[in-house]
């Protein structure tokens, strides 16, 4: 029978020790008691009795020091125990319905076990005597394996194993859906703070979020804690303590946010947040610390979350525009852009979302010129986003563009690279051109329209001339009709007449309406051509500012010059400037051939060499192509040496300087040599034998020997004989084991094109392709067991279906 009487109220204390003396803390035990009692009541079962053995584990907390690390994990898995149990029944009872009693019984229980397991959290979190060698981070796989027999034993009783045991405790009652044993209408704001207390004591222990068992629990415990109990405005309130105190586990804090979003849709942390952050002044030490930062992170989570947050609380989103800290700035200015993205992007706005939008954007083109040049880039990359999804209204287009222009003056390196890209992505999505427009084409389209909305006025003022009259003859008639005292018959007349003056009336007026709905879009279509004008000439100054840049002693000034032509080739505006673009080969040349001039000169052809294989190493089929379309023209205008360099990438081809080199050598040299390979067909032969397990390198290199069968230029009206190699020829039955020895590989993605070159090879230079063909065709049949011609026996109509 319980000592205590259970329609009693178990009220949480403000400090922990207050609870000596109350009611239910009548006596605290001595430590040599505390271990018999422990292994009396090793094997209690029923939640029930912690009514009466609450003394123990309270005793054992006041004496924690005094207690063996044993006797404490007794003490945990006791109460683990409890409350496993305790979670069960009260679920189950929760469900079938509670009568007073078994509902204050069960409140008084799960209080009980918060508050002994929260303290035990801080206590163990605190104990220094008993900590684990790695504190917080659990063990690595080595030493998992070194150290088993002894830490299997060790490691269950330090103080940070049983301080984690305990959280993922206090985590299962809360998760627990206990919140029915309350009142409805009351808040226990002694349980919020009992169970939230060890949350924010662990927030404050450096680096506590890289503990995976911290990391699961403790942002769940908050979460639960703030939307079933209403802790938002205290939360908010220590989540900026941390921030600006221990930012190394703002990510636990960034965790809660996101649960709170996508799991609940709760949005009261969000809101009591953004007051606490307007209300914060991060004053200049902490301006663009890792605190500011943090905060930062917090507001893009948000508005990636839940834009309409930020719309709700624009006010407050545009207040930290003004902010000392950059990072800040920035998280403001993404917010802000998010809401454009998301839920100002509609062409149906009503005016007051129209005017949101334009007020937006304003303060977007605003923060292009901030004084941080961090800003300044990040500021252009929203504008880039918002290009790329055709956010920009057409009207704003033009000044958007200028805003590239200006920028691409910018002092900072990193500002002048997003504003190539911002104009690049421009002119890529423009909605005036398409890539083979030219101003002939607008100016054409500009007279057409300004042709019909002349013949459209003419005609509206013709119309409106016409009616002006038919209203003045319309008022002589009224006159003579009221001097007018004709027969009854007469009057007939006039009506029938009435009516058709009045249809003529209602004709003459839907005429004017609809003349007039066609001018104003033909105005429309003038006002667009004439903006298309403008931006044509900002496209050529684009060209040649970008084209300034190659002038920049900065190498990544002219990879971007280089990036912004190359994407936007296609289109017909761009190739009057192509003469401009001279730089882009120059800059080719100085990059890969302009060498130090304390290489001897006998030397420099292979340095070359290899700068070209860097400059292809790792490139796509597109930049492929590129690059050739530069090496070829470098050669045409003989800016280098061709045939220096071609001796080198023969020797890299024969002998690479590292894995991949020779494919690559390989690879250039099908850009330059032409039909003069077959001097090298020997050669190339012994080096596919000697790597035919490489397939890349076959692949090349029977590439190679197809320029051999090329045909040369024809010489009075003769063209010469294709070249071809003898049906005896070593390479011949080279490629054949090649492509039958390599069978196997038939998924390896470069086994396919080794093949298909390798059939080429036969084909073109085979005096009699045909039969090696055959052959080969012949070994895959043995290697696949099918008998050669053995399908054709059998009659397609016989076959099964």
């Known amino acids: 029978m319980s000592l205590i009487n259970i329609s009693s109220t178990f009220d949480l204390p403000d400090q922990f020790i207050d609870l000596t003396g109350s009611y239910y803390v009548q006596k605290v035990l001595d430590v040599a008691d505390i271990n018999t009692c422990l292994i009396n009541h090793s094997r209690i079962q029923d939640p029930k009795e912690l009514l009466d053995i609450f003394p123990l584990f309270y005793s054992i907390v006041i004496h924690f020091d005094e207690v063996s690390i044993t006797e404490h994990a007794q003490a945990v898995e006791i109460l683990l125990r409890l409350t496993a149990s305790e979670m069960s029944d009260a679920q189950r009872r929760i469900h079938l319905g509670l009568s007073d009693d078994d509902r204050h019984s069960h409140l008084n229980v799960i209080k009980m076990l918060s508050c002994l397991i929260a303290e035990y959290i801080i206590r163990f979190d605190n104990d220094q005597t008993n900590k684990s060698p790695d504190v917080d981070m659990p063990p690595s796989k080595k030493r998992k394996k070194a150290k088993a027999s002894k830490t299997n ?17 206090l985590c299962d009652i809360i998760r627990s859906h206990i919140k029915p044993l309350w009142d409805p209408s009351i808040i226990d704001e002694q349980f919020v703070k009992c169970v939230t207390k060890p ?38 309130i220590q989540f900026i303590q941390a921030v600006k105190l221990y930012n190394s586990n703002s990510s636990l804090l960034i965790d809660v946010l996101n649960l709170l979003l996508t799991n609940y849709q709760d949005t009261s942390l969000a809101i009591e947040f953004l007051k606490e952050i307007r209300e914060t002044n991060f004053v200049a030490a902490q301006a663009d610390n890792a605190s500011a930062k943090t905060v930062a992170t917090f507001i893009i989570d948000m508005a990636r979350l839940d834009p309409d947050i930020i ?25 802000l852009c998010s809401v454009i993205e998301k839920l100002l992007s509609s062409e149906e706005l009503d005016d007051g979302q129209a005017k949101m939008r334009d007020d937006l954007l304003e303060k977007l083109r605003d923060h292009v010129r901030d004084e941080a040049a961090f800003v300044r880039q990040r500021c252009l990359q929203l504008w880039i986003s918002l290009v790329i999804q055709k956010r920009v209204p057409v009207k704003q287009y033009l000044r958007v563009f200028e805003l590239g222009l200006d920028r691409l003056r910018d002092k900072a390196c990193r500002v002048r690279k997003h504003a190539v890209t911002l104009v690049m992505h421009m002119v890529l999505n423009n909605p005036y051109l398409v890539i083979d427009s030219t101003r002939a084409q607008i100016e ?16 509206l003022e013709k119309l409106n001339k016409n009616i002006k009259e038919d209203k003045k003859m319309e008022e002589k008639k009224s006159q003579s009709d009221d001097e007018d005292s004709g027969a009854e018959d007469k009057t007939i007349d006039e009506d029938n007449e009435m009516n058709v003056d009045n249809n003529q009336k209602k004709e003459t007026e839907e005429n004017k309406e ?33 084209v300034n840049l190659f002038n920049s002693p900065t190498l990544a000034d002219c990879i971007q010059a280089i990036d912004f032509f190359v994407n936007i080739r296609h289109y017909r505006l761009t190739w009057p400037n192509m003469e401009q673009i001279l730089p882009i080969t120059q800059a080719f040349v100085k990059i890969c051939f302009d060498l130090s001039p304390i290489i001897p000169q006998i030397h420099i052809p292979l340095y070359q060499a290899h700068a070209i294989i860097r400059a292809l190493k790792d490139a796509t089929f597109s930049e492929e192509l590129y690059f050739e379309e530069i090496l070829k023209q470098l050669i045409k205008e003989k800016k280098i040496s061709t045939k220096a360099i071609t001796e080198a990438l023969w020797k890299l ?33 012994d080096l596919i034998q000697t790597k035919e ?65 390798t059939f080429d090879v036969i084909v073109k230079l085979a005096d009699d392709p045909i039969k090696h063909i055959e052959n080969i065709i012949k070994k895959l049949a043995v290697i696949t067991g099918i008998k050669p011609g053995g399908l054709s026996k059998t009659p397609l109509s016989s076959q099964p279906h």
Not at 527 to 533: L, P, Q, W
């Open 693 to 757: 397990k490489n397939h890349r390198f076959v692949h090349i290199s029977c590439l190679l020997l197809q320029l051999a069968a090329t045909p040369k230029k024809i010489e009075n009206d003769i063209r010469p004989k294709q070249f071809r190699l003898p049906k005896t020829h070593c390479l011949f039955e080279i490629l054949s084991k090649i492509i039958v020895s390599t069978f196997d590989d038939v998924f390896n993605q470069e086994w396919k094109p080794m093949l298909e070159s």
């Open 444 to 459: 054409k389209g500009q007279n057409d329209a300004k042709t019909k909305l002349v013949e459209l006025r003419q005609e």
């Open 153 to 169: 034993e060790k490691s269950s009783l330090t103080s940070d194993s049983l301080r984690d045991k305990c959280l993922k405790g």
């Open 514 to 546: 609809s003349i007039e709905e066609q001018i104003m879009r033909v105005e429309e279509v003038v006002t667009f051509y004439k903006d298309g004008f403008r931006f044509i000439d900002l496209i050529e100054q684009a060209n040649q500012d970008v």
């Open 653 to 685: 081809y024969k002998f690479p300087y590292d894995g991949n080199s020779d494919v690559i050598a390989g690879k250039i040299l099908t850009f330059i040599v032409g039909n003069e390979v077959n001097t090298k067909l020997n050669d190339i032969t």
């Open 311 to 335: 719309r709700t609380h624009i006010d407050q989103i545009t207040d930290l525009l003004t902010a000392e800290s950059r990072h800040i700035r920035v998280a403001a200015l993404t917010a």
């Open 199 to 236: 949350c924010y004591h662990l927030i404050r222990r450096t680096d506590i979020a890289k503990n995976p068992i911290v990391k699961e629990n403790l942002p769940l415990i908050l979460t639960i804690m703030i939307n079933k109990f209403e802790h938002a405005r205290e939360a908010s």
